[in-house]
């Protein structure tokens, strides 16, 4: 009866439904720590080269802030030009800054054939990059490289075009005495086609190891839950065998107590008067004693059979017998005044054992009138729909707390004092009930109001 992912073999439900929490919560966990790791690397990776791309921009820019005065010559005047030529001359000696980048090629480098300034870096990524000058007044000098559209002069850096060109601008100052005079600026930009490239084939990466490391990680976390639940369900196992053996045990000593009272009390002048009670105690206790012993060893037995019992199933008429159930349970509704309803459908059938299904609707039956006060309603109904038979069995009650409901069918489970005062009452009617439904592989529920009533609807597959 052990429970193994994707075996033949008939399932413990509570072990399978509680294996695949446990398995949904390790892959959960795994899948956000995967998420978390993946995003932390793919985010680091972007911040990196975007980086070194900003690296290359700025290094770029210092490198080509000597054309600034080159491009400024060549725009001058030829004549203004030669006649301020030792002037510019002195301005440049006294401007320390500026002429340690532009020495000796210095400004005296000359612009190439194609009017661009003739660097040494100008063909190093011509295809990407691109070197604007500028005066201080925004104006345009020259460019080298791939041409920008007209943007506004603003220091930092900025990406245009969706993020695929990325450009930086730079003020340049020179020395004025103790001043710093603004003589222009450097735009430089490159595209970000290389970084965006190495970010898509990171991302597609990503996605592949991760459905790599899911697929690995979800069977290692089916090993892992069959593992973990074995020694439970081994621990179960033997609860069960003890539970069906202490029973069966219990049987014989409460059997001869049971005659032996009820031996003495068919003999009542046997009987000291003060100890009149006490044997109807005993008895009473004997009774709820032999019942719990026959309701534990009968949910044994419905657990044990599940894997045979549809050998023994045949075609119960759903209909006669809840007709019959209503029949038997009439007596005890007229005690307490209540008013039995029906609404039977005529000819529908189900597969299954006769006396469990009895045992079932009795169940449920008996809830239903021990929990409705005087004068109430118990109304029973027998429908079809689809390809499932519906019988639900309603009462006007004292109803259950919403927070109650999910735990009706626990064994031993009593909701209030209410359900306390009955004689007998041990709390094993719903959960044997639900037994019964699941081995006939149905489906029960519950729905409930304090004060108005509940519902038990059950479900099974109609005979086709």
């Given amino acids: 009866m052990a429970w193994v992912i994707g075996s033949t073999k008939t399932y413990n439900c509570q072990f399978q439904a509680l294996g695949w929490r446990l398995l ?3 892959l959960t966990v795994m899948i956000a720590i995967l998420g978390i790791s993946a995003f932390a690397v793919y985010e680091l990776l972007t911040s990196t080269l975007y980086q070194e791309l900003d690296q ?25 030009e030669k006649k301020g030529d030792r002037t510019n001359r002195e301005d440049r000696d006294d ?12 400004v005296t480098d000359q612009l190439d054939k ?49 993020g695929q060109i990325r450009f930086t601008t730079i003020p340049v100052y020179i020395s004025d005495g103790e001043q710093q005079k603004l003589k222009g600026y450097i ?22 190891g991760s459905i790599i490391f899911l697929s ?5 976390g089916l090993w892992l839950t069959k593992q973990s639940l074995q020694p439970i369900e081994e621990s179960f196992q033997q609860l069960k065998q003890f539970t069906a053996d202490a029973s069966h045990e219990l049987r014989s000593p409460l059997t001869a107590i049971k005659t032996s009272v009820e031996v003495m009390q068919s003999h009542p002048e046997r009987i000291h008067a003060a100890d009149v009670k006490k044997m109807a105690a005993i008895a009473s206790a004997t009774k709820q004693m032999s019942q719990l012993v026959e309701d534990l060893l009968l949910l044994t037995r419905i657990d044990a059979a599940a894997t045979t019992i549809t050998r023994e199933w045949i075609a119960v008429p759903l209909d006669e017998l809840l007709e019959d159930l209503l029949d038997f349970w009439e007596l005890q509704a007229q005690e307490k005044q209540i008013t039995l309803k029906s609404n039977l459908g005529i000819g529908l059938s ?57 735990l009706v069918f626990d064994r031993f489970w009593r909701a209030d004092r209410a359900r306390n005062s009955r004689e007998g009452g041990l709390g094993m009617g719903l959960a044997i009930a639900q037994s019964i439904v699941q081995s006939h592989r149905g489906e029960i529920s519950v729905t ?10 059950v479900n099974f597959s109609s005979i086709t």
């Fill in 350 to 406: 189900v597969m299954g054992d006769g006396s469990q299904l009895t045992r079932l609707f009795s169940n449920l039956l008996g809830n239903a009138i021990h929990y409705t006060p005087t004068g109430g309603i118990v109304t029973v109904s027998l429908s079809q729909h689809n390809r499932s038979t519906i019988i639900r069995v309603e009462d006007t009650g004292i109803g259950i707390a919403p927070e109650d409901v999910k």
């Fill in 24 to 26: 949904l919560s390790y």
């Fill in 187 to 208: 735009r430089t930009s490159e595209s970000t086609k290389e970084v965006e490239e190495v970010l898509s084939s990171l991302r597609w990466k990503l996605g592949y």
């Fill in 95 to 106: 401007n320390d800054d500026l002429s340690i980048e532009l020495d000796s090629k210095k």
């Fill in 114 to 162: 194609d009017a661009d300034l003739d660097i040494p870096w100008q063909n190093l990524r011509e295809a990407d990059q691109s070197v604007e000058w500028f005066n201080e007044t925004g104006a345009m000098l020259g460019n080298a490289g791939k041409a920008l559209p007209p943007l506004p002069l603003k220091s930092g850096f900025q990406t245009i075009q969706n």
């Fill in 216 to 220: 690995l990680t979800a069977v290692g």
């Fill in 448 to 457: 409930s109001q304090l004060g108005v009533g509940s519902c038990f609807q």
């Fill in 56 to 80: 290359r921009l700025e290094i770029l820019a210092r490198s080509a802030s000597h054309g600034l005065v080159v491009k400024e010559k060549q725009s001058l005047p030829q004549s203004s």
